[in-house]
């Protein structure tokens, strides 16, 4: 799944489209998403997804279920989804809200409860990755780990143990995967 997010990355660098300057974060997930998917063979046991819904964990109505970013999703088993969340880091040092998602949704269960994996996804404006990954270790706090699959890409991993609701039987632990997608020179519109 993770090498389908980087063919996906590898052709928006390559076809360099415009994304709407008013909302980055969506925009930029909704070029990726279809980029990944024309990545994919048909054959996977998972399909790729823009927003879906996480019905798992909605709170009774009038609420709104969470809602990811993008996630791949099982075939025979379209409940248990992938997640990935992104946040865009216009510095390196701008991963307040990138560690909120950390512990406020994964951590918490809310997003990814049949799963013991997910990705938060950096979409990252300016620095160098190596700074983002040192502050999101420090502040979160956690060990950040080389990916062996991608280790000459801007990948990182970290293991928590997540709060599992009372009643529940979610996985407690969780590896979070880091993937700093960097747009240095975004063509960006406005409406």
């Known amino acids: 799944m993770l090498g389908l997010v980087w063919h996906g990355y590898d052709q928006m660098q390559n076809d360099k489209p415009s994304v709407d300057g008013r909302d980055l974060e969506r925009s930029i997930t909704q070029l990726l998403e279809p980029r990944i998917s024309r990545a994919m063979t ?7 997804q823009h927003g879906p819904f996480e019905r798992e964990t909605m709170q009774p109505p009038p609420a709104q279920p969470p809602q ?6 099982l075939r025979t088993e ?14 390196s040092g701008a991963v307040s809200e990138y560690i909120k998602d950390i512990h406020e949704q994964f951590l918490t269960c809310r997003y990814a409860p049949f799963s013991g994996e997910g990705a938060m996804l950096g979409y990252l ?14 502040k979160t706090p956690c060990e950040m780990n080389d990916h062996p699959a991608f280790s000459s890409r801007p990948q990182k991993l970290s293991h928590h ?9 979610y996985p407690s632990k969780f590896c979070c ?4 997608l960097v747009f240095p020179n975004l063509k960006r519109v406005s409406g």
């Open 42 to 48: 048909g054959y996977e046991p998972f399909y790729v």
């Open 68 to 73: 990811y970013d993008i996630a791949f999703i």
């Open 78 to 91: 379209e409940r248990i989804m992938w997640p990935m969340e992104a946040k865009v880091l216009k510095t």
């Open 125 to 138: 404006l300016s620095s160098t990755t190596d700074d983002v990954f040192q502050n999101i270790a420090k």
């Open 161 to 169: 143990t997540r709060n599992v609701p009372s009643g529940k039987s």
């Open 177 to 180: 995967h880091h993937l700093m």
